[in-house]
């Protein structure tokens, strides 16, 4: 019989930490299938993970944790598939109260990290600003949007790998995506500990990246809830220019002409955007 729950992690250059991850998630949940994705580790992550008891699929090379994500999601056998990170930050004690969630009917639940949780200032207030505008976007409060730990419905989690990115975004995707799509989504309070090792993750290099999260929460749900308010603002900044210059010279300037030019655009790129959106998650046979 094929195991009702998997637990897929994703993992690269983990293998300090990862076999007392597998050993905790095995003790807690001995009738689990634990997947352990090694994305082409050169510290022995994988056969750590496999001495632990892990079923390991190794990819020949680092393709990002994204990439790691899917090839999870595609290598898990079970009904209800668990993401938690490797590196010792997520608990495997909270898996029940995610899965308890889901038995509510709900498609996924987000392990939602709370106050004292893991993360530097900078991460923080960003975590922040992405969950009042994904909030924004999808009219539901949003909790945590970039949290790694979630349990989901293989099925309907499975719908939106075309859309998953390889790198550290999936969060941001899929949640967006479970949104679009209708389902159900809820959160659960977790505390995140200290990752064992050093991160990944890059603050300065990754800047862009966090920057370039923003838009996809946009155009993933929809692209003219972001665009409209911006061709308001360029509209009613035309205006007030152009009132400025006809009171003091009497004449139409090019600077209006531009601000009201853009305005046009930008909204008609928001229309276009929101015909494009729907065309990705017209349901596929």
């Given at each position: 019989?094929?195991?009702?729950?998997?637990?897929?992690?994703?993992?690269?250059?983990?293998?300090?930490?990862?076999?007392?991850?597998?050993?905790?998630?095995?003790?807690?949940?001995p009738?689990a299938e634990?997947?352990?994705?090694?994305d082409?580790?050169?510290?022995?992550?994988?056969?750590?993970?496999?001495?632990?008891?892990?079923?390991?699929?190794?990819?020949?090379?680092?393709?990002?944790?994204?990439?790691a994500?899917?090839?999870?999601?595609?290598?898990a056998?079970?009904?209800?598939?668990?993401?938690?990170?490797?590196?010792?930050?997520?608990?495997?004690?909270d898996?029940?109260?995610l899965?308890?969630?889901?038995?509510?009917?709900?498609?996924?639940?987000?392990?939602?990290?709370?106050?004292g949780?893991?993360?530097?200032?900078?991460?923080?207030?960003?975590?922040?600003?992405?969950n009042?505008?994904?909030?924004?976007?999808?009219?539901?409060?949003?909790?945590d949007?970039?949290?790694?730990?979630?349990?989901?419905?293989?099925?309907?989690f499975?719908?939106?790998?075309?859309l998953?990115?390889?790198g550290?975004?999936?969060?941001?995707?899929s949640?967006?995506?479970?949104?679009?799509?209708?389902?159900?989504?809820?959160?659960?309070?977790?505390?995140?500990?200290?990752?064992?090792g050093?991160?990944?993750?890059?603050?300065?290099?990754?800047?862009?990246?966090?920057l370039?999260i923003?838009?996809?929460?946009?155009t993933?749900?929809?692209?003219?809830?972001?665009?409209?308010?911006l061709?308001?603002t360029?509209?009613?900044?035309?205006?007030?220019?152009?009132?400025?210059?006809?009171?003091?010279?009497?004449?139409?300037?090019?600077?209006?002409?531009?601000?009201?030019?853009g305005?046009?655009?930008?909204?008609?790129?928001?229309?276009?955007?929101?015909?494009?959106t729907a065309?990705?998650?017209?349901?596929?046979e």
């Amino acid at each position: 019989m094929k195991p009702q729950v998997s637990i897929v992690l994703p993992a690269h250059n983990e293998s300090t930490p990862i076999g007392n991850v597998v050993m905790r998630i095995q003790a807690l949940l001995p009738e689990a299938e634990v997947v352990v994705v090694d994305d082409g580790s050169n510290d022995g992550t994988g056969e750590a993970a496999t001495k632990a008891g892990a079923r390991v699929v190794r990819h020949p090379y680092s393709k990002g944790n994204g990439a790691a994500i899917k090839t999870g999601a595609r290598a898990a056998s079970g009904d209800v598939i668990v993401f938690m990170d490797a590196d010792g930050q997520h608990d495997p004690a909270d898996i029940p109260a995610l899965l308890a969630r889901l038995d509510e009917g709900y498609d996924i639940v987000v392990g939602a990290r709370q106050a004292g949780s893991q993360a530097s200032l900078g991460r923080g207030i960003a975590n922040r600003f992405y969950n009042r505008l994904a909030s924004y976007m999808t009219g539901h409060k949003v909790e945590d949007l970039t949290s790694g730990f979630r349990a989901v419905r293989a099925d309907k989690f499975r719908e939106f790998l075309y859309l998953l990115p390889n790198g550290f975004s999936y969060p941001t995707t899929s949640t967006m995506a479970f949104f679009r799509a209708g389902y159900s989504v809820a959160y659960e309070p977790i505390h995140a500990a200290r990752r064992v090792g050093k991160s990944h993750i890059r603050p300065l290099h990754d800047g862009l990246r966090f920057l370039l999260i923003i838009f996809k929460i946009g155009t993933l749900y929809s692209p003219l809830k972001l665009f409209a308010p911006l061709a308001l603002t360029m509209f009613l900044l035309a205006t007030g220019w152009y009132g400025h210059t006809l009171l003091e010279y009497g004449r139409f300037t090019n600077m209006s002409a531009l601000l009201y030019t853009g305005s046009v655009v930008t909204f008609m790129m928001g229309l276009i955007s929101e015909q494009i959106t729907a065309l990705m998650y017209k349901e596929r046979e």
